[in-house]
Structure formats: C-alpha cells, structure tokens
C-alpha cells in the first residue's frame, strides 16, 4: 500500500521542522508530502498536489488555518485535518468541528498525541477507501452476465464474501463467531508484534500478516486490547527494555537499539512516561 501523505502548515519554522524530523513518519507509513507556512501558500500547493492528511496551525498570515479548510472543503472531501494550535479559543474549536476536522490538539502536544491524532485520520481514510474498493467490486460483479440461479447464488455469496473481506465490516460481529474472530485476529496480532517489535515494525506491516486492513486492526486492537496500535507496540518494547536493564550489562543506547527504537531520547521519553523512570532510574532501582 502506498503510504499516506502529510502536508504541514504553521508560520513557525521551528514546529514544521519538528514534525518533519521528530515524529517516525515511516514507523505509520506517512511520508511529507510539502510545507507551508501560511493559509494562502499551503491553499495553492495542497489544490496542485492534494495530500491525504493536513496538520495545520489557525492564526497565520494571509490566510487562517481555517479559511484555508473551508476553501479546499468546496473541492476536495477527501483530505482529512488536523489542528495544532496554541489557541484556546471556543470559537475556534466549534468552527473546526464544524469544518470536520480529525483533532483539535493543542500546543505545546507531544509526539504521541499526534500520531494518534494522524492514525484515527488514517482510519478514517481506509475505512472510506475500502468502501469505495467494495463499490468498483460490486459493480464489477453487476456487469457479470447472470445466465442462472445457480449463478445467481454464486454471485450472491460472492457479494457476501466481498462485504465480509478486508474493508473492516462484519456480518457477523454481533454473533459469537463474529466476537471470536476479533477475539483470534487480536492475539494474532500480538503474537506477531511481540516476536518482531525488535524490528522496523508499522502497523500495515501487521495489518498485512494477518490479511486485513489498517483501519480493521485499529479496531481489533481498540476492542479487545483497548490500545491503540502504536500504545500497544511501546508496552511490549518496554517491557523487554525493563528486562535487559535489570538482567544485562547493554548500555541504554543499546538497549534502546535491541527493542526496536531508533531514537534513543525518543525511547527515554516514551520509558519514563510508562515507568515513572529514565532507564537509568530504573536500572539503578531494580537491578
């Protein structure tokens, strides 16, 4: 699957910078399409080139964050927005409500709330993409000359088969098959994250494994293990990270290498906010 392009846009060179550098686009196979540091400018690069998700600040020169959402809105549904703001502003928040947008996160936010702000855009983008899969299926089956019945059930349980397939819908998830299908896909799941969170993992590469959509494994996940993908994919490399601080020698840079992460003060932030400790803390205290 291609990967989802992010455009930003904040009149502040220092926070499209952090978004460029800080948050692992690649790890939620996100690329930068284009930045912009106002309203007018990120108006004309995003009506050339639309991208699938924009982060956006409001108060800009030229053009407002919001201004800008409502002139693309006329031409362009798809695009899903994201505020990042320092703005408190009631009126602000309504008006992007209103507009449809994703999230309303506000500065200064860290890396984690906006991954999850871009994942539930991503979400949002699979689910609308595999509806419009099972359309151009449907209609390829209607264009299917029907000569008899038996074609006629054999075209009936292939519409079945479509609806029930990879765009995250269920006939039967209100059923007990239904729940123990979630019930098998979640622990598939974990099981392939907890033998390769030492690796470059994402969530399409999962979703893949177990032959469903992005936005269906989100919901997995949401259902059974109440976490998100990347919430879930940080317990697991921190658990293993408490077990080699306590049992090994492995400097922390080391460590942080071994369970998967590429950054190590991203991985000392991310220990600390689950442990209360920096690695070192921790080691100090347990080991």
Not at 17 to 32: A, F
Not at 34 to 59: F, H, K, M, Y
Not at 232 to 258: D, F, H, P
Not at 263 to 276: A, E
Request: hydrophobic share 35%; net charge negative; aromatic share 8%.
């Amino acid at each position: 699957m291609n990967k989802y392009k992010i455009f930003i846009i904040d009149d502040e060179p220092m926070i499209v910078k952090g978004l460029q550098t800080l948050v692992p686009w690649e790890d939620i196979n996100c690329e930068i399409s284009g930045t912009a540091r106002n309203g007018e400018q990120g108006l004309e690069l995003i009506t050339n080139n639309p991208p699938d998700i924009v982060i956006s600040d409001i108060r800009m020169p030229k053009l407002s964050g919001l201004g800008m959402i409502e002139r693309i809105k006329k031409t362009n549904e798809g695009i899903k927005f994201i505020i990042l703001t320092g703005h408190r502003d009631f009126e602000y928040a309504q008006k992007a409500i209103n507009l449809g947008v994703i999230k309303y996160l506000l500065k200064p936010t860290n890396i984690e709330d906006i991954k999850e702000a871009v994942l539930e855009a991503m979400m949002i983008l699979d689910e609308e993409y595999s509806k419009l899969e099972d359309i151009e299926r449907l209609r390829e089956k209607l264009n299917l000359s029907v000569s008899s019945p038996v074609a006629d059930i054999d075209q009936d349980r292939e519409f079945s088969e479509i609806l029930d397939s990879n765009s995250g819908y269920d006939s039967t998830d209100d059923t007990s098959s239904g729940e123990h299908k979630i019930k098998f896909l979640a622990v598939q799941a974990v099981n392939y994250m907890k033998a390769n969170y030492d690796k470059k993992l994402d969530l399409q590469t999962v979703a893949d494994q177990l032959f469903i959509s992005t936005w269906y494994l989100c919901k997995v996940l949401k259902q059974e293990m109440d976490n998100s993908f990347v919430q879930l994919l940080n317990e697991i490399r921190i658990q293993e990270a408490k077990v080699l601080l306590t049992e090994t020698t492995y400097k922390v840079y080391e460590i942080c290498e071994m369970v998967g992460y590429q950054d190590t003060p991203y991985f000392t932030k991310t220990f600390k906010k689950h442990t209360g400790m920096t690695p070192n803390q921790y080691r100090n205290e347990k080991y």
